[in-house]
């Protein structure tokens, strides 16, 4: 075989990475060059059709099932290819980066599956975006076993058969890599996410008895589905492996979705593995294209807003339906508690609180649900185990009982909690210490002992900028205001600093976390996504 031509993708601006060689081959980069050059330019279609759609919604201030697509939901007929036998029991899915410690951490972990994250648990550094895919392919080639210099501890793989399945998700449609670019433009983040790490690792999968395996977020329609079949179509045939080897499942992370989720189903049907129910991005969804609907959209502190309120009922059990009959696992939210080392008291509610809420996901009929920590696998496990048994999911449970209306899924006024001074001040102190860290390289980030991501950031800008927009007035008579917020921000950042220290403030990103915070809160443009304007502020 001749050696493949040069690749015409660029890697700029990028400090050289100790084995980047093994990920940025010629092959591999041509790869991704010939899906930049096939795909990207009907991404750039269906982005602008978002803006389209949410102008549309701010014109109406309502959202339909689509009638152009009535036919497919009215056709019992179809269904999703069968589950392969690495993907038929998803119990318990942890979730989480892919350093290396959590790598072994994640596949040692007793779950079923990992949910390797390039997107919302992973800040988009160029060490991140190439060293993660460095740590999968040592993982899959047992070569990751590794000594934490700092601890002593040593890390290593269990046998393969006791090792969770690995879902692989890339980065969403949005976001660009800067340090690899095609005359002169960024390739996206999600085909260079995916385009590297298929092209690595799809047959070694195979030959472990998996494959390559992928969660899709921020899908916004079935056309966005659509997209991602076709790349899946061209890649299985690019490096010669069966058609409908991938696997798919699509996160119901947008409220525009979660009214095309059978329409998604059909898209990927030959790909298709389920769906997920998110929350704080479905919720930041929600404030994103109902933030000029007035004040029957307006959300309270986003703690209030739990998996039981009728819109979240609504959309989780439209989900388990829109799934099971069609053939598809339906998989829950995530608990993203994490243990106290200190404190078992805390640790004792939190874990009944886990317990409930999986409790619930398991007897909706859920086929398995996300958590962020090992210590969380166990509790959630037992709750399936004790509605499952022995079965691998619960499909054959229908829930023809269950029918939402259109206007269920957005009838927020139908929470019966309101925005506090207390939930603003939480909404300013999570989003700080987030995007302080997110800024320094890290995506998932303990605070206050809970598991937090990119949508954390997200829907706490979005409910300061949606409070001060709607001029909502807290419980102790202060309106919200941008004034308010940044009198909370400064009282914040004080806290933090005498907190931490003065060395360990001046050698984080505190102000600069502060400013962004409040930017993307405050500014009369909402951003679409607050990682775009902090991406430009990432180092590396």
């Known amino acids: 075989?001749?050696?493949?031509?040069?690749?015409?993708?660029?890697?700029?601006?990028?400090?050289?990475?100790?084995?980047?060689?093994?990920?940025?081959?010629?092959?591999?980069?041509?790869?991704?060059?010939?899906?930049?050059?096939?795909?990207?330019?009907?991404r750039d279609e269906l982005l602008a059709r978002r803006a389209e759609r949410r102008a549309e919604i701010a014109r109406t201030s309502t959202l339909d099932f689509l009638p152009e697509t009535a036919a497919i939901r009215a056709d019992d007929s179809w269904r999703v290819a069968p589950a392969p036998a690495a993907l038929n029991d998803r119990r318990v899915e942890i979730t989480g980066p892919t350093d290396r410690?959590?790598?072994?951490?994640?596949?040692?972990?007793?779950?079923?599956?990992?949910?390797?994250?390039?997107?919302d648990a992973s800040a988009p550094t160029w060490e991140n975006v190439v060293l993660g895919q460095v740590n999968?392919?040592?993982?899959?080639?047992?070569?990751?076993?590794?000594?934490?210099?700092?601890?002593?501890?040593?890390?290593?793989?269990?046998?393969?058969?006791?090792?969770?399945?690995?879902?692989?998700?890339?980065?969403?449609?949005?976001?660009?890599?800067?340090?690899?670019?095609?005359?002169?433009?960024?390739v996206p983040g999600a085909l260079v996410d995916f385009g590297l790490y298929f092209f690595h690792n799809a047959q070694r999968l195979i030959d472990l008895g998996k494959g390559p395996y992928f969660y899709l977020p921020k899908t916004e329609s079935h056309l966005e589905a659509r997209l991602w079949n076709d790349i899946f179509v061209?890649?299985?045939?690019?490096?010669?492996?069966?058609?409908?080897?991938?696997?798919?499942?699509?996160?119901?992370?947008?409220i525009t979705a979660a009214y095309e989720m059978e329409e998604i189903l059909y898209e990927l049907r030959d790909h298709a593995a389920?769906?997920?129910a998110g929350r704080w991005d479905y919720l930041f969804s929600i404030v994103k294209n109902f933030r000029d609907g007035g004040a029957k959209f307006v959300l309270p502190d986003r703690n209030a807003v739990t998996m039981t309120a009728p819109f979240m009922r609504a959309y989780t059990e439209l989900l388990v339906r829109t799934c099971h009959k069609r053939g598809a696992h339906a998989i829950g939210g995530m608990a993203a508690f994490i243990p106290s080392r200190k404190d078992a008291e805390v640790n004792k509610v939190a874990f009944?609180?886990?317990?409930?809420?999986?409790?619930?996901?398991?007897?909706d009929g859920f086929d398995g649900s996300w958590v962020a920590h090992p210590d969380l696998v166990p509790i959630a496990m037992a709750s399936f185990d004790a509605v499952l048994g022995d079965r691998p999911n619960q499909k054959d449970r229908l829930r023809e009982d269950v029918s939402v209306a259109p206007g269920d899924l957005i009838a927020i006024d139908s929470l019966d909690a309101k925005p506090t001074y207390e939930g603003l001040r939480n909404a300013v102190q999570v989003g700080v210490r987030y995007?302080?860290?997110?800024?320094?390289?890290?995506?998932?980030?303990?605070?206050?002992n809970l598991m937090e991501d990119a949508a954390t950031a997200e829907i706490s800008r979005s409910q300061i900028w949606q409070w001060i927009n709607a001029g909502v007035v807290f419980e102790n008579g202060e309106k919200a205001t941008p004034e308010l917020a940044r009198k909370v921000a400064a009282e914040e950042l004080a806290a933090i600093r005498a907190e931490i220290g003065e060395e360990a403030f001046a050698a984080g990103r505190w102000q600069q976390a502060h400013d962004l915070l409040l930017h993307v809160s405050l500014d009369a443009d909402y951003a679409d996504f607050l990682t775009l304007p902090a991406y430009e502020q990432l180092v590396g």
Do not use: C
């Not at 790869?31 to 009907?42: D, I, S, W």
């Not at 392919?137 to 070569?143: E, F, G, N, S």
């Not at 890649?235 to 069966?242: K, R």
């Open 136 to 186: 999968l392919i040592d993982a899959y080639t047992r070569k990751i076993d590794f000594t934490d210099p700092r601890s002593g501890k040593s890390y290593a793989l269990k046998p393969a058969e006791e090792l969770a399945t690995v879902v692989m998700r890339p980065r969403g449609w949005h976001l660009e890599e800067r340090h690899l670019t095609f005359d002169g433009r960024p």
């Open 435 to 448: 995007i302080e860290a997110w800024l320094r390289g890290l995506g998932a980030v303990a605070i206050f």
């Open 1 to 42: 075989m001749s050696a493949p031509a040069p690749s015409p993708l660029a890697v700029v601006d990028a400090e050289p990475l100790p084995r980047q060689e093994e990920v940025l081959t010629e092959a591999a980069l041509a790869f991704v060059a010939e899906l930049h050059r096939r795909f990207t330019p009907r």
């Open 101 to 119: 410690k959590m790598t072994i951490n994640a596949l040692n972990s007793g779950a079923k599956v990992w949910l390797a994250d390039f997107e």
């Open 234 to 254: 061209f890649a299985q045939d690019y490096v010669g492996i069966p058609q409908g080897t991938v696997r798919a499942t699509v996160l119901i992370e947008t």
């Open 352 to 363: 009944e609180k886990v317990k409930a809420d999986k409790d619930r996901e398991a007897g």
């Open 274 to 276: 389920g769906l997920n």
